[in-house]
């Protein structure tokens, strides 16, 4: 069963997601693992002003154009036991 992904720019404005792979090509993945996203990593969008994301990555704040957003798949962040 694989799990349902979305890209990152259309996860919306306050939503915590898990980062599940990216798409495009190796330089932007790089890039991406540069900045701190790769898979398995908890993302907050802090701000979608629909050109743009704000997000946040642990205790550092990025922003993504709405182009390198398309390319990070997510999945919504699974609730944690209590």
Do not use: F, W
Not at 3 to 22: C, F, H, K, M, Q
Not at 40 to 48: E, I, K, P, S
């Amino acid at each position: 069963m694989s799990i349902p992904t979305l890209p990152l720019a259309l996860a919306g404005e306050g939503a915590t997601v898990r980062l599940v792979a990216i798409q495009g090509g190796q330089r932007a993945a790089h890039r991406l693992a540069e900045l701190g996203l790769t898979p398995g990593t908890t993302v907050t969008v802090l701000r979608d002003n629909g050109g743009a994301l704000l997000v946040a990555v642990g205790d550092t704040r990025l922003a993504l154009s709405y182009g390198l957003a398309q390319m990070v798949l997510v999945t919504g962040e699974e609730p944690h036991d209590a």
